[in-house]
């Protein structure tokens, strides 16, 4: 069983289209991320969120949007988007707490044209 | 703030001989260390971790790391490289609001 999904693999759209990434975690976990890996591999965190509380990383244009219809989903909205949009989108997800690691998907390469 | 430095952004060895990849680290208070391996065109995967209840921890795939306070480091170690270990490897520490701050990666070339 897959811990931790996302789909698509690969997304492939226009400058100024709007698209959706879908995460599914099958761990229980009650925390989920959203990661960008840029092309020299580098990995900032998007967004945090659990049942309580969304976190943003303030660099995160206000394009980005996590959506989250229940525990185990959390979903990325990308509005209007743009050439420096192109990355590798990891979702991942763990139990919280200071030291509890987390589980990532397998990643979604968005290239935008 | 904390914060993590990869001392090499490629570390190249012979199959057969040993590996060291190198983390120091940056925290106010006593950290929590991960390692974490990407291969080509995969997804992240846990190496190891150090929590305070061990300074020597062992991951899989024959790896390990060693925390040293003094030194300020979590520099990961395997005796003998396997051709399978060719990755992308990363340092990450945890900082208080449980995010992971992430170094900027080593990649590991092993040569036949």
């Known amino acids: 069983d897959t811990a931790v999904s996302q789909t698509p693999k690969y997304l492939v759209t226009q400058m100024g289209n709007d698209k959706s990434i879908k995460c599914e975690q099958n761990?229980?976990?009650?925390?989920m991320y959203w990661y960008k890996q840029d092309s020299k591999k580098f990995l900032k965190i998007m967004f945090s969120?659990?049942?309580?509380?969304?976190?943003i990383n303030e660099t995160v244009p206000n394009r980005f949007s996590p959506k989250s219809p229940d525990k185990a989903h959390l979903n990325l909205h990308i509005n209007s988007l743009e050439l420096g949009d192109s990355a590798v989108y990891f979702c991942?997800?763990?139990?919280?707490?200071?030291?509890?690691?987390?589980?990532f998907g397998p990643g979604t390469r968005l290239t935008v044209l | 703030a904390q914060s993590v430095t990869q001392l090499d952004s490629h570390v190249s060895v012979s199959e057969g001989t040993p590996v060291l990849l190198r983390c120091n680290y940056s925290?106010?208070?006593?950290?929590?260390l991960f390692w974490y391996v990407q291969h080509p065109n995969k997804g992240l995967q846990l190496l190891l971790k150090?929590?305070?209840?061990a300074t020597l921890v062992k991951g899989i795939n024959g790896f390990e790391a060693e925390f040293k306070k003094s030194e300020t480091s979590f520099h990961l170690t395997k005796p003998s490289a396997h051709m399978s270990d060719a990755a992308e490897y990363f340092c990450?520490?945890?900082?208080?609001?449980?995010?992971?701050?992430w170094g900027a990666g080593t990649k590991l070339i092993i040569k036949p």
């Open positions: 991942a997800s763990g139990s919280g707490g200071f030291h509890n690691e987390q589980f």
């Open positions: 761990l229980g976990h009650d925390t």
């Open positions: 969120y659990n049942n309580k509380e969304l976190i």
């Open positions: 925290s106010s208070y006593s950290p929590s």
């Open positions: 150090y929590t305070s209840a």
């Open positions: 990450v520490v945890s900082d208080l609001n449980y995010q992971l701050i």
